[in-house]
């Protein structure tokens, strides 16, 4: 009886504890994470859908992926380079895991009560190599790109303005990120014309820089959201 009261004295209290002395940052940065690889998952498996525009036809990914433009730039700004790089590096292992794991049930006989007909499930989530290579090529860079400007600006503002910070750094970012899938992808595997591929490019960049703009207020709101709600504060503008 005595070893039992003793064993039980070891043992934690309750099953949550661990959880329990979370603090307010680290439960923050869970949801944050959790939300931009929602989001950039979402945003691959629907891409393949288009709409019209005004600007012209364009992906519906164009929906989910403002939303990890503003999450990175919240994610720099309050956890530093080395959660921004946390955060794209978890983005990618969990893109890997979800391509793996289509291509695998994309592979595997259909039974006769299918819901999805073969051909239909290959051509909604089969999605080819060459695609995602080009894909997590351009996130790689797009994103790596985007936490060195923005620590850029933030050093030699001071950690003033923002607005400069969070846009100038995403501007950049998706620039190359515009440039880098295109030409992957549209030169090197679908053997698009150069005349098409700057077209599509110079559509696609024009709108993301539009949302970049648009989503300067959304990121004033939850930036303040954080700080007075939460009572954080960004990191300081020296390295790390």
């Known amino acids: 009886m005595n070893a039992i009261a003793s064993d039980s004295a070891v043992l934690p209290s309750r099953p949550s504890s661990a959880f329990a002395s979370f603090g307010a940052s680290q439960r923050l940065f869970v949801y944050l994470c959790a939300v931009f690889v ?3 998952l979402l945003g691959d498996v629907i891409g393949g859908k288009i709409i019209r525009t005004p600007a012209g036809p364009i992906s519906v ?3 989910p992926f403002p939303v990890t433009f503003l999450l990175t730039d919240i994610v720099n700004d309050f956890y530093g380079r080395r959660g921004a790089h946390f955060l794209t590096l978890l983005g990618f292992f969990m ?8 291509q695998i049930t994309t592979a595997m006989p259909v039974d006769g009560s299918t819901y999805f007909t073969q051909t239909e499930y290959a051509k909604v989530f089969g999605g080819s190599a060459q695609l995602f290579v080009a894909s997590m090529v351009a996130y790689l860079i797009g994103q790596f790109l985007d936490i060195g400007v923005f620590h850029f600006w933030k050093a030699l503002t001071r950690s003033r303005h923002l607005w400069l ?3 100038g750094s995403t501007v950049f970012s998706q620039a190359v990120d515009t440039v880098t899938i295109n030409v992957i992808f549209g030169r090197v595997t679908a053997g698009w014309a150069w005349g098409f591929i700057g077209a599509k490019v110079g559509r696609e960049y024009l709108i993301k820089f539009f949302v970049a703009v648009a989503l300067t ?6 930036h303040g959201a954080i700080v007075r709600g939460l009572r954080m504060q960004p990191e300081g503008h020296g390295p790390g």
């Open 38 to 40: 929602a989001c950039l």
């Open 95 to 102: 893109a890997l895991l979800a391509w793996a794991l289509l």
């Open 165 to 167: 910070r969070s846009t």
């Open 61 to 63: 990914g164009i929906i």
């Open 217 to 222: 207020p959304a990121i004033y709101a939850l």
